[in-house]
Structures are given as structure tokens and as C-alpha cells.
């Protein structure tokens, strides 16, 4: 450890990119830890020029991991994201796209062994109390990163990153529906609040007045109608029983609109304030539960296709193809496992240097 670093791994997960960090490396205390890692990143900057962050919610992330005393899991797993303009840190989500590298991180960094061509991880998600199962494959006892796997919003092909979730339904809000309803009405639109995984509000495109297929430019730069979104936001987040969202990343808000790609639905995503180039894992997981939802907001715009369980959602740079699994319940819709296809890749591993603090 060099004066002044620590030790830190940048990984692509998914379609996101970010630090990743072995736990008892880090400050203890929570408040100086976040210090550092918008410190790490170069926040608050809105180049992050001072620091390894990308300039860009998807690229100023951060996975803290450690072993797990939780029987059910190897390791844990905290998301942290690091705010670009203003430096704050959350943890009131998790990022699915970053969980993809969890597991080889974990090996690489000696937190877990494994043996044979293929690991499977088990990741406790601390941000929600939940435990995904990570599966990809090994050379040597190492992760492989190489392969033939393409996901839409990334150049090339990697080792394929199978990810099932469990028990993920009301991970952040206590329900699946926090409201107890299939749909709510927000300022005269026709929403649906739903938590398989991420805190999500999903409604229809035409209903604030857009088609659904604009580019994420052109929906940042129409000012009025990213007040409206935010208004509905800030209520639902309420209804959800998330309390004040004003300065938090969730709930995400999607827009969904008739397909127009091949796939079963067409999204735009806000995360929240940026219109997300592709979709979030876990967002993409509960918009699919909410469109299969009977009477969940859009639900008549899904098309459907030859397996039930399984919604190709269309996002600015491709498709993104999520399993969710729902049965009727006593008490209303209950969701079984849910399952994904990611990929991930090590970039850079060594000791990063961040500013003083002032």
C-alpha cells in the first residue's frame, strides 16, 4: 500500500462501470469513508476531473465487498453511489450491474475459493437484505473474463454472468406494491410503484406527452416535461414509503411505450434526474414485474412473446431480456425467482490516490 492510496479495482459490470474496494481497506466510519470515495471519484465535479470517476451516474459507482457471516451467502456486497455534481453518497439502492462483478472481484481478491470451470457466488446485497447467485466461469481458479457473450450498450463480447435473484420483492419499500395497489394516479397520470429489487415508478410515455423512443439528450434537454417527472417522483417516493426523495437516487422512473425493436417493450429510464442510456438490472427486473402485472400502468402496451416469463426490454442502445416469475398469491401477486444475463470485465487493479480532504 503506497502512502496516501488504496487499494482498488475498476470493473465494468453490466453496463455500468466502477471501484471496487474490499471493506476493512476502507474507513470504518461511515462518514469518512463516503469522504473518500467522492474524493476517489473526483466529486463534486461535474468532469470528475480530480478523480477516476467517468462524469456520469453509470461510471461513478462503487462495490464495497467482504465476507459474509450470513450462512446463506459467501459474500456481501454494499453499493455506493457517488454523485457526480455535488459529491454526496447513497446507499438506498443497490445496482445490479455492478453485483455482475461481485463474484470475481471477490475471488480475485481472495474473499472466496473455488474449484473447476465454474464459481458460483453468493452475494448478500446489504442495501436490501437480499441474495443473488452469481455463476460464470473460471480458468485456473480465476475468473475468465473472456468469452462470447454480446449485452446490449457494450462493445465486444465477455464471459457470460448468470445472476438469479431471490426474495428481492419489497427489498427497499416492504412490498412489492408499496402502495398495495396495481396502479395509482399522480397528477392525473396512471402510475405504477413497484420494488422487485428497485424502487421503481413506471408509466406510460404518452401520458406526459412524449412517443418513448426520443434519445436521452432530447428528453434531459425538455425542461418542462423533466419537471413533471420529477413532481411525480417526489409524490410517489412518498406513496412508496420512501419519505422525502428530493436529494435520494430512488425511486428510478420509467417511461413505457409500444415496442418498436423486437422486443416486448419499449422503456426510458430516468436515474434519477439523467435518462439512463440502456436500463438498470434491477430496474429492468421491476419494470418487467410491473408490466405483467394485471391492470400495473402500460401493462396493455406489452407484447406478448413465446415464453411468459421472460420481457425483452428495448432501451436506448438495445435490449435488455429479464425472467420474472409471478404467481397469484392469497394476498395479491407473489414473484418467484428472477434471473438475468450480464457480463463483466477487470480493467485496472492497483492502488488509487485520492486528494486530501479540505
Known sequence: MAPGGVRCMVMRGGTSKGAYFVADELPEDPDERDSLLARVMGSPDPRQIDGIGGAHPLTSKVAVVSPSDDPEADVDYLFLQVVVEDG?????????????????????????????????????????????????????????????????????????????????????????????????????????????????????????????DEAPAALEANQPFRERLESIRRQAGKLMKLGDVSGTTVPKMTLVSAPRAGGNICTRTFIPHRCHDAIGVLGAVSVATALRLPGGAGSELLRPGADPDLVEVEHPTGIFAARVKIAEGPQGPVVGRSGIVRTARKLFDGVVFPRTAQ
Open 88 to 212: 454526496s453518497v447513497s446507499d438506498q439502492q443497490n445496482c445490479g450491474n455492478l453485483l455482475a462483478g461481485v463474484g470475481q472481484f471477490a475471488l480475485e481478491r481472495g474473499l472466496v475459493a473455488t474449484k473447476g470451470t465454474q464459481a458460483q457466488v453468493r452475494i448478500r446485497m446489504l442495501n436490501s437484505d437480499a441474495v443473488a447467485t452469481a455463476t460464470f466461469p473460471l480458468d485456473s481458479g480465476l475468473p475468465n473474463y473472456e468469452g462470447d457473450t454480446a449485452i446490449s450498450g457494450v462493445p465486444g463480447t465477455s464471459a457470460e454472468v448468470r445472476l438469479d435473484f431471490a426474495d428481492t420483492a419489497g427489498s427497499t419499500c416492504g412490498a412489492l406494491l408499496p402502495t398495495g395497489a396495481a396502479a395509482d394516479m399522480i397528477d392525473g397520470v396512471e402510475v405504477t410503484c413497484v420494488d422487485n429489487g428497485m424502487p421503481t415508478v413506471v408509466l406510460r410515455a404518452a401520458d406526459l406527452e412524449i412517443t418513448g
